[in-house]
């Protein structure tokens, strides 16, 4: 069972910047695609970001892109979301997920359905 952690959350003021993990044990990262999701507390599980399994495309949300992101290093094992100019609305948990490429599909990159391995979350609070 592949098992993903995330990392990196934190506090920060509006403009500030944090740098999020997701790493996996046991299995490697290599042949997947990882997406980062965001769930704002009373809102729905959001999508932010995906990457393919070589890093060789990403895709972003609105609200988020020319402000995140989205790199792996596959070495590592380690897929990483760079946030820059934070904003009070990119408050929530952040879960990064995984699915194997061979059953990835171009329209699942925002949907939480299209995923079947999920980290347990990393909270990020922007705030002043």
């Known amino acids: 069972q592949l098992q993903l952690v995330e990392s990196g959350g934190g506090s920060v003021q509006p403009g500030g910047s944090l740098r999020l993990s997701c790493a996996s044990t046991?299995?490697?990262?290599?042949?997947?695609?990882i997406g980062w999701f965001r769930q704002a507390p009373g809102k729905e599980r959001e999508g932010v970001s995906c990457i393919s399994n070589n890093g060789d495309n990403t895709n972003y949300s609105d609200s988020v892109k020319g402000r995140f992101t989205i790199s792996r290093d596959n070495a590592k094992n380690s897929v990483y979301l760079q946030m820059n100019s934070l904003k009070p609305e990119d408050t929530g948990i952040y879960y990064c997920?995984?699915?194997?490429?061979?059953?990835?599909?171009?329209?699942?990159?925002?949907?939480?359905?299209?995923?079947?391995?999920w980290g347990q979350g990393t909270q990020v609070t922007v705030s002043s």
């Open positions: 997920a995984a699915v194997h490429a061979g059953l990835w599909s171009s329209s699942g990159c925002y949907r939480p359905t299209g995923y079947d391995n």
């Open positions: 046991g299995f490697t990262l290599e042949y997947y695609v």
